[in-house]
């Protein structure tokens, strides 16, 4: 566990994505089985434990420290796990009591001569070691040896049978996954009675899944395949069948094994996603070199089929994340009757007419489906692109030939629930832009409220997993813009933790009292690094009330700070007290120039949502 602790507090504070990859490809190099291949699965977010919630933490922490001081401690520092991982006081270990069917020691009063050199090198104490200087311990080594991933626990010397060392990673998970919730929080503490500070931030990072060290999965899945010198594109098609802890994976990777096979016959494909296209990158590509079509305001679902050994037909539809949510959308598997993989847009259509995103949230995370549902908000599958069919792997076909096969596919379907997505007609960048601000001329009619935008596909382009420059272009319509005035801020979380960048506005309205701001939504991107800085400053200098994590700041008609607030969409909310609530908002300016009171009322997100519904 603590080689791996050391592993997330460098990644954690280090910046540059290729020092990153190589931290954790030395992970991976020098840590055995099944060790390395449950950090992978931490970093690519493929662990949860059901039972550890943050709830949870918050209460072992309570039972051991003054509540007002971990209040006030949390609130400065932002991140739970960082904060009991602090606060977690260092105590005697009960022998009495096992870990993991072990004797606990009581903690070295120096945590060992490895514990000196950890702290020395930790970016948690003192300066970060020069990456080049990182040398990771044999495999044959143990905990704590080596010249780079030392550990807080015993030394060498230290250790016996009366002694054993901290639980390593896959003693954790293995326990994780078996422990009952009545003996969860008895095992948290006295792992937590046993590490260090890096351990326990570490244990409660991984135990809440709350990583938030700047890695993403798919920059875990290229340092596990630069392990073995392998295209990241070959894991990324075989992770789906892929499960914890990756043993035949890295068997691969390293030369001992063969080249792991996803044999379910319904499997989820990584999806591929597109870049946003700015004014700048018209004048590289050639209308004639893309198709486009309607970019629809749902959710984008993969429906896949396919028969088992049996014979028999599984029909499952998953997330573009890879989760099945076969189960909250049973209306719709009866129509996936034929062996292929469709890449489309769940939405909800009643008369004919595609709904809002507002209407289709009906259906979301629903763990009970009842048949009213069902008749009140009938589930459709929007197609748009083919990835399989039978047992025809489509992805490496150009993306034309791949619309015409999907075509013919849906054409063989012949079911209602499950239609084309249309492609748009243009000839022009021109009248391509024409048709993104007026989809109900351009063909969109009655469903033109649901288009987010247009989507412009290259007529070469294979199907690949990621987000792979130049292919395929997302062009959203011009997003609406009002000016609100910050009312109130939270410190973020990660990186974030230690600035106030999660913040509620608000525009006016007549009350009781006269003109006052009602809040209408929340944001907490958009803004650059600077400006995030520049509101940080403001938030501490204008802070007039403290509510828990939350500060109040002055938004009076002369004094406070207006933000440009752009969203995607409008839609009626009685759980807000202004009554309208917003899609995707995000500051898109800080207005230092105007004054609060000139910024705007409740009566113009009426007006907008009038214009909304008369469409």
Same mark, same amino acid.
């Given at each position: 566990m603590n080689r791996f602790a050391e592993l997330l507090d460098r990644l954690a504070y280090e910046p540059g994505r290729n020092n990153k990859l190589r931290l954790i490809t030395a992970y991976f190099r020098d840590t055995p089985d099944p060790d390395r291949g449950y950090a992978l699965a931490a970093l690519t977010g493929a662990l949860s434990f059901k039972h550890a919630k943050p709830g949870l933490i918050r209460d072992l922490i309570a039972d051991r420290t003054d509540p007002v001081l971990f209040g006030l401690s949390y609130d400065y520092v932002g991140d739970l796990s960082e904060t009991v991982a602090l606060m977690w006081p260092r105590r005697a270990v009960n022998h009495d009591e096992s870990l993991l069917g072990h004797p606990s020691p009581p903690p070295s009063p120096a945590r060992g001569k490895g514990a000196q050199f950890s702290a020395a090198l930790s970016p948690r104490t003192k300066s970060k070691a020069a990456i080049d200087t990182l040398t990771v311990p044999s495999p044959l080594a143990g905990e704590g040896q080596g010249e780079g991933y030392h550990t807080g626990g015993a030394s060498d010397?230290?250790?016996? +049978?009366?002694?054993?060392?901290?639980? !390593?990673?896959?003693?954790?998970?293995? $326990?994780?996954?078996?422990? #009952?919730? $009545?003996?969860?929080? /008895?095992?948290?503490?006295?792992?937590?009675?046993?590490?260090?500070?890096?351990? *326990?931030?570490?244990?409660? /990072?991984?135990?809440? #899944?709350?990583?938030?060290?700047?890695?993403? =999965?798919?920059? =875990?899945?290229?340092?596990?395949? &630069?392990?073995?010198?392998?295209?990241? +594109?070959? @894991?990324e098609l075989i992770w789906p069948g892929l499960a914890p802890p990756y043993l035949d994976l890295f068997a691969w990777l390293e030369g001992r094994g063969d080249k792991p096979v996803n044999r379910d016959p319904a499997p989820f494909r990584p999806v591929m996603l597109a870049h946003a296209i700015e004014d700048a990158d018209f004048a590289s590509l050639e209308p004639a070199d893309f198709i486009a079509e309607w970019k629809w305001d749902g959710i984008r679902v993969q429906a896949v089929a396919g028969r088992d050994e049996r014979g028999q037909m599984q029909a499952r539809l998953y997330s573009r994340t890879g989760e099945d949510i076969t189960k909250s959308f049973p209306d719709l598997v009866p129509s996936l009757r034929l062996p292929g993989a469709i890449d489309g847009e769940l939405l909800?259509?009643?008369?004919?007419?595609?709904?809002?995103?507002?209407?289709?949230?009906? *259906?979301?995370?629903? /763990?009970?489906?009842?048949?009213?549902?069902? /008749?009140?908000?009938? @589930?459709?599958?929007?197609?748009?692109?083919?990835?399989?069919?039978?047992?025809?792997?489509? %992805?490496?076909?150009?993306? =034309?030939?791949? %619309?015409? +096969?999907?075509?013919?596919?849906?054409?063989?379907?012949?079911?209602?629930? @499950?239609?084309?997505?249309?492609?748009?007609?243009?000839?022009?960048?021109? !009248?391509?832009? &024409?048709? *993104?601000a007026d989809p109900s001329s351009a063909g969109a009619g009655e469903d033109a409220e649901a288009v987010e935008g247009v989507m412009l596909k290259r007529r070469d382009a294979p199907y690949l997993p990621g987000r792979p420059k130049g292919q395929w272009w997302k062009w959203k319509r011009d997003p609406h813009i009002i000016d609100a005035v910050l009312m109130y801020a939270q410190r973020g979380h990660g990186k974030r933790s230690s600035y106030y960048s999660d913040y509620t506005f608000g525009v006016w309205t007549n009350g009781e009292d006269g003109e006052q701001l009602v809040p209408v939504g929340k944001a907490y991107f958009g803004f650059t690094d600077e400006e995030l800085l520049q509101i940080d400053r403001f938030v501490r200098r204008n802070t007039t009330e403290k509510f828990g994590p939350v500060r109040h700041v002055v938004h009076e008609p002369d004094q406070g700070l207006v933000l440009e607030v752009a969203f995607e969409g409008l839609q009626r909310s009685p759980r807000h007290k202004s009554g309208v609530a917003m899609r995707f908002p995000r500051?898109?300016?800080?207005?230092?120039?105007?004054?609060? *009171?000139?910024?705007?009322?409740?009566e113009t997100l009426e007006r907008m949502l009038k214009d909304v519904t008369a469409n």
């Amino acid at each position: 566990m603590n080689r791996f602790a050391e592993l997330l507090d460098r990644l954690a504070y280090e910046p540059g994505r290729n020092n990153k990859l190589r931290l954790i490809t030395a992970y991976f190099r020098d840590t055995p089985d099944p060790d390395r291949g449950y950090a992978l699965a931490a970093l690519t977010g493929a662990l949860s434990f059901k039972h550890a919630k943050p709830g949870l933490i918050r209460d072992l922490i309570a039972d051991r420290t003054d509540p007002v001081l971990f209040g006030l401690s949390y609130d400065y520092v932002g991140d739970l796990s960082e904060t009991v991982a602090l606060m977690w006081p260092r105590r005697a270990v009960n022998h009495d009591e096992s870990l993991l069917g072990h004797p606990s020691p009581p903690p070295s009063p120096a945590r060992g001569k490895g514990a000196q050199f950890s702290a020395a090198l930790s970016p948690r104490t003192k300066s970060k070691a020069a990456i080049d200087t990182l040398t990771v311990p044999s495999p044959l080594a143990g905990e704590g040896q080596g010249e780079g991933y030392h550990t807080g626990g015993a030394s060498d010397e230290q250790r016996g +049978h009366n002694n054993p060392p901290p639980p !390593t990673l896959s003693d954790v998970v293995t $326990t994780l996954r078996t422990l #009952g919730k $009545t003996d969860l929080p /008895k095992q948290l503490a006295r792992w937590l009675d046993e590490l260090d500070e890096t351990g *326990r931030w570490a244990l409660l /990072k991984l135990v809440t #899944g709350a990583m938030r060290i700047g890695i993403s =999965a798919r920059l =875990a899945k290229t340092s596990a395949a &630069a392990l073995g010198d392998k295209d990241p +594109h070959d @894991i990324e098609l075989i992770w789906p069948g892929l499960a914890p802890p990756y043993l035949d994976l890295f068997a691969w990777l390293e030369g001992r094994g063969d080249k792991p096979v996803n044999r379910d016959p319904a499997p989820f494909r990584p999806v591929m996603l597109a870049h946003a296209i700015e004014d700048a990158d018209f004048a590289s590509l050639e209308p004639a070199d893309f198709i486009a079509e309607w970019k629809w305001d749902g959710i984008r679902v993969q429906a896949v089929a396919g028969r088992d050994e049996r014979g028999q037909m599984q029909a499952r539809l998953y997330s573009r994340t890879g989760e099945d949510i076969t189960k909250s959308f049973p209306d719709l598997v009866p129509s996936l009757r034929l062996p292929g993989a469709i890449d489309g847009e769940l939405l909800v259509l009643r008369d004919g007419r595609v709904q809002t995103f507002n209407v289709l949230q009906q *259906r979301l995370n629903r /763990k009970v489906v009842s048949p009213k549902l069902i /008749k009140d908000f009938p @589930i459709h599958l929007r197609a748009y692109d083919l990835l399989g069919d039978d047992e025809n792997d489509l %992805r490496e076909l150009p993306f =034309a030939e791949r %619309r015409a +096969h999907l075509e013919t596919f849906v054409k063989k379907l012949d079911d209602p629930r @499950i239609d084309l997505s249309p492609t748009v007609t243009f000839d022009s960048w021109e !009248t391509l832009m &024409a048709a *993104r601000a007026d989809p109900s001329s351009a063909g969109a009619g009655e469903d033109a409220e649901a288009v987010e935008g247009v989507m412009l596909k290259r007529r070469d382009a294979p199907y690949l997993p990621g987000r792979p420059k130049g292919q395929w272009w997302k062009w959203k319509r011009d997003p609406h813009i009002i000016d609100a005035v910050l009312m109130y801020a939270q410190r973020g979380h990660g990186k974030r933790s230690s600035y106030y960048s999660d913040y509620t506005f608000g525009v006016w309205t007549n009350g009781e009292d006269g003109e006052q701001l009602v809040p209408v939504g929340k944001a907490y991107f958009g803004f650059t690094d600077e400006e995030l800085l520049q509101i940080d400053r403001f938030v501490r200098r204008n802070t007039t009330e403290k509510f828990g994590p939350v500060r109040h700041v002055v938004h009076e008609p002369d004094q406070g700070l207006v933000l440009e607030v752009a969203f995607e969409g409008l839609q009626r909310s009685p759980r807000h007290k202004s009554g309208v609530a917003m899609r995707f908002p995000r500051i898109s300016r800080l207005r230092w120039d105007k004054p609060p *009171r000139e910024a705007d009322r409740l009566e113009t997100l009426e007006r907008m949502l009038k214009d909304v519904t008369a469409n």
